[in-house]
């Protein structure tokens, strides 16, 4: 059974810093993964999903990195603003029918 | 990005009766739908994965008999929580793939139910 885990569970950071999130899953058969961000009482919003047989992605100020083989993917956040306050997912497919497997969350805090 | 829709975005109902939540892929077919639940400070939890014009997996511990799925057509599917009880409280979201493998999962809006 997939497992995701995220470190920090949470983080509050001056605006301007760069930041690395963490996401740990224990199953390397993996299709893709995802990092989705969620505001307070709202849907999921993608920011990038990675596929199995690459390495990294990058939007803008994200980058997502994977290492299927150690079971890892780290989020980089660039030049944080408040905006970007907000719980951020990582989320693995996986198995039959590419079951999405969520981390808990890792709740940002930028302050201005 | 595909457009994944769902119906109310929240819903306050009274204890015993059933509420249905419906989810849509706007501009593209979704041979599977998934339905996830989330309480509060919590993760997203898989619920059932969803089939067109077949029965819907549930995950363990969910009991099908209380939540109805139902994939009628390549672009809809319904998620029935009958006799609701306060503890069915939570927040619920769907989502679809526009292909079968590697392909981006894209998730509605979700839906806050309410049982008082």
């Known amino acids: 059974k997939q497992e995701v885990t995220q470190i920090p569970a949470a983080l509050s950071v001056p605006e301007g810093e760069n930041l690395v999130l963490n996401c740990s899953f224990t199953d390397s058969a993996i299709y893709n993964l995802q990092w989705f961000r969620q505001d307070p009482g709202k849907g999921l919003t993608s920011l990038l999903l990675i596929q199995s047989s690459q390495r990294e992605q990058t939007s803008g100020r994200l980058n997502a990195s994977l290492d299927k083989s150690s079971g890892r993917s780290t989020l980089y956040i660039a030049a944080s603003q408040p905006g970007d306050s907000a719980t951020y997912l990582c989320?693995?497919?996986?198995?039959?029918?590419?079951?999405?497997?969520f981390g808990i969350g890792t709740k940002l805090q930028v302050i201005p | 990005g595909a457009v994944v829709s769902q119906h109310p975005s929240w819903v306050i109902c009274k204890s015993g009766t059933s509420v249905k939540i419906e989810c849509r892929s706007l501009?593209?077919?979704?041979?599977?739908m998934f339905w996830y639940r989330q309480f509060p400070k919590q993760s997203l939890m898989l619920m059932a994965t969803s089939n067109e014009g077949s029965k819907a997996t549930y995950e363990q511990g969910v009991e099908k008999d209380k939540f109805l799925i139902n994939h009628a057509s390549l672009t809809l599917s319904t998620l029935t929580v009958t006799s609701a009880h306060p503890e069915d409280s939570s927040f619920y979201i769907c989502s679809a793939r526009k292909g079968k493998r590697n392909t981006e999962a894209f998730f509605g809006q979700g839906t806050r139910l309410t049982v008082v």
């Open positions: 501009d593209f077919q979704a041979t599977t």
């Open positions: 989320a693995v497919g996986s198995g039959g029918y590419q079951k999405v497997t």
